[in-house]
Each structure stands twice: as C-alpha cells, then as structure tokens.
C-alpha cells in the first residue's frame, strides 16, 4: 500500500504481487485528522495502529515481512520488490525520479505542501463542532400507535398545533421554522408565561406557577395569575428584554424583603416575605468563588476541568475520555457553567446539591438538606482549599 499525503482516498493505492488491482473509490470526504480529539503539535508523536478497529484491538492477525517506508514508493519500486520484470513506461520512471529525490526543486515543494496539509489538518481537527438537525426533503408519515405498541399503527396524524392554542397562521412553513415562529408569535400565550414563571422560580425558589414542568390541566393553578399575565405581555412588548426582567423582579419591593418567618404568613403564599430557599449546584460554586475573589469572569471558551476527586472517571468510565486530567490557573475559577460535563461521571461536588445527570431533561429541580452537603462545604478541596481560614 502506498499513500500520497493528500489526505483523499484516491491517494491511496493498493498492489498485490505488484500489480494495482482494479478499484474504484466510492467515498473521498475526508477532511480532518482519523483520531478523535488529536490536539498533536508534533505529529511524530502520533501513534501507528496495525490491527486496529473501532478503538479495540482486533485479534487473530498475522503478519509476515512487514516494511514500512518512510516515503511513498513509485511504481517501478513496488514492482521491484515483487520481483516483477514488466517493461517500466517512461511515466514510471518519471514517478520514480520525483518521489526519490533526484529533483530538489520537486522535494522542496512537496515539502511545504505536505506541512501546509498539516497545518490544515490541525485547523479542521481542534475546532469544535455541534451536531445539527436537517429536515427530511420527504417528511416520513407518523401515526398513533395503539396503546403505544411500535408495531401497531393507528391514525396518522400531520403537522398542526395544540387545538387549545391559537393555530398556526397559514403564512407560516409548516416546519420548525414556523414552529419556532409560532412559538413567539403575539397572539400564542403560553411561551411568555412558562418563561416569565422560569425566571420567576430561579429568583424566588418557586414560581407564581409552582409545577414549572407542568403548566397544564394537571399542573397547579397560578398563585398570582394577573402577575403573570401583566409580566408575561410586559415581557413580550419589550422584545422578549431579559436583562430588562430580570432588573423588574430584583428590584420589585417583593424581592427586597427580608426572609424571617413569622406566624402571620403560613407556607408564605402571599409573598409576605422573601422565601428562603437554597441556590442552585452551580451559584453556590460561583458565589463562593466571588467571594474570594478568585472568579474569573471570562465569557466562551472551550469547557475547563477543575478540581475533582481522583479515580472518578477512571471507574465510572467504560470508553472515551476515562483519565480526568485536572488543569491550572483560571481554569480551576472559571464559572460553573464551563465545567466540563460528563454524563456518565457528572461533577460531584454540584450532583450533591442535587445538579441531574443530564440522562434526561429536568425542569425543576428536586431540593434536599443532608449532612453530606455542608460535608462538602467544609472539606472539599474546592472549597475548603480557598474560602475557609
């Protein structure tokens, strides 16, 4: 097998006895380094696989007279290491003369192509990617399947809107682009209201709906509904202005109230205080980080590996990424949010103030008190190592 560099599959070829078999190459996409996650500066460090598939190790391989050379071999050269004694054409030798290094001038130049290769390679490799979705050309027919069973198509169903809910305007694709359009459309009253109630519960603990992952018939009615209708208009007649609501609720008189308790407000459903409640995983991380002035501020930027206790993702781990390496200097104060997040072995110290493990979507968060949360506020390294005398 001889390969070009060009990093295309047609720069591959093949020869059996020192002859090139008849090919035909079928898929030529290739664009970016094989190895997943290579952030190699040094490609001389990268390793070489023989037997290798799917990252396991295949078994029951023999291999005899291997040679690996350390430039592409021409034509004649295979031919000759086969002992073949065909005629060599002149377009032979002229491969030969070139991929030998009898022209300077030749090597000089593939010498910079080859490094600009790399450099592209490196380019394409270390940037980060986001999976998207792509609408099918041919929308594929849906039905209601008959208690559920897979295999037992009822009525098909199309694309339309919930009945009790404004229908689509006719001018809309009917698409997730005119979901997403119908979803903030003036006239659709749910968007605004989940949303001002999410933001609402993030301030106070709990919203003015309090089953936020249920804002329908079985779900709690509104302990304030005309505050909620008033934010939720307010809200959309000033351009969906998070910043602007956010400033409405922390400086409403509601929200500046003290958080003692007193016999004249019962379960405190008239807001006649502030509602003391716990922050969430990620706040009390940060909080604690601000206060001692070790928080960095920094906004985007790749996810960050701060403290954690050793041998987590090395047992909890079967595959991809199993050995956490621990950085240095901002890295461990950026903001919770760019934690790295592995689904398998979340973060501790943020799973013990009840953060989900992201195997599925949690709106609202269960809340505990136990002994082994203010254990790690005491003695977690994170925490124990910087904010306490």
């Known amino acids: 097998m001889t390969y070009d560099g060009s990093s295309k599959a047609d720069g591959v070829h093949f020869y059996i006895d020192g002859k090139r078999p008849d090919s035909e190459v079928l898929n030529d996409h290739l664009y970016k380094s094989l190895l997943h996650g290579a952030n190699e500066t040094n490609w001389s460090n990268l390793p070489f696989f023989l037997g290798m598939e799917l990252r396991q190790t295949i078994q029951h391989i023999v291999m005899d007279e291997l040679k690996v050379y350390k ?19 002149e377009d032979h030798w002229l491969e030969y003369y070139l991929l030998a290094g009898k022209n300077r001038r030749y090597q000089k130049t593939l010498q910079k192509l080859t490094e600009l290769r790399k450099e592209e390679t490196l380019l394409l490799t270390n940037q980060p990617e986001e999976m998207i979705m792509q609408a099918r050309p041919n929308s594929q027919p849906t039905y209601i399947l008959d208690r559920g069973a897979y295999d037992a198509p009822g009525r098909e169903v199309t694309l339309a809107t919930p009945a009790a809910l404004p229908a689509m305007p006719k001018d809309y694709p009917a698409n997730r682009l005119g979901l997403a359009k119908w979803l903030v459309d003036g006239s659709n009253p749910l968007t605004a209201r989940v949303s001002v109630n999410r933001f609402w519960m993030m301030l106070f603990g709990k919203g003015l709906v309090e089953t936020q ?18 934010l939720a208009v307010d809200f959309v007649e000033s351009g969906w202005d998070v910043k602007k609501l956010m400033k409405q609720l922390l400086l409403s008189a509601t929200y500046r109230q003290s958080s003692l308790a007193s016999e004249a407000s019962p379960g405190n459903l008239l807001y006649s205080r502030f509602p003391a409640h716990r922050l969430s995983a990620e706040t009390i991380r940060d909080k604690a980080l601000a206060a001692s002035k070790l928080l960095v501020p920094k906004i985007g930027g790749p996810s960050v590996y701060p403290y954690q206790p050793d041998g987590l993702w090395k047992a909890l781990a ?50 505990t008190a136990t002994p082994l949360q203010s254990h790690v506020l005491m003695d977690d390294h994170q925490f124990a190592l910087h904010f306490w005398p």
């Not at 050995?323 to 104060?333: A, F, I, M, N, P």
């Open 71 to 89: 430039r592409q071999l021409a034509e004649i050269e295979v031919q000759q290491l086969s002992q073949l004694t065909d005629a060599p054409t």
């Open 213 to 230: 992952e249920d804002f329908g018939n079985q779900g709690k009615l509104p302990s304030h509904p005309e505050l909620l209708d008033w």
């Open 318 to 367: 079967t595959r991809n990424a199993t050995e956490y390496r621990q950085q240095s200097g901002d890295s461990l104060y950026r903001r919770s949010l760019y934690t790295i997040w592995k689904r398998s072995s979340p973060p501790p110290s943020m799973v013990n103030f009840d953060a989900p493990d992201r195997y599925k979507c949690v709106v609202r968060r269960q809340k």
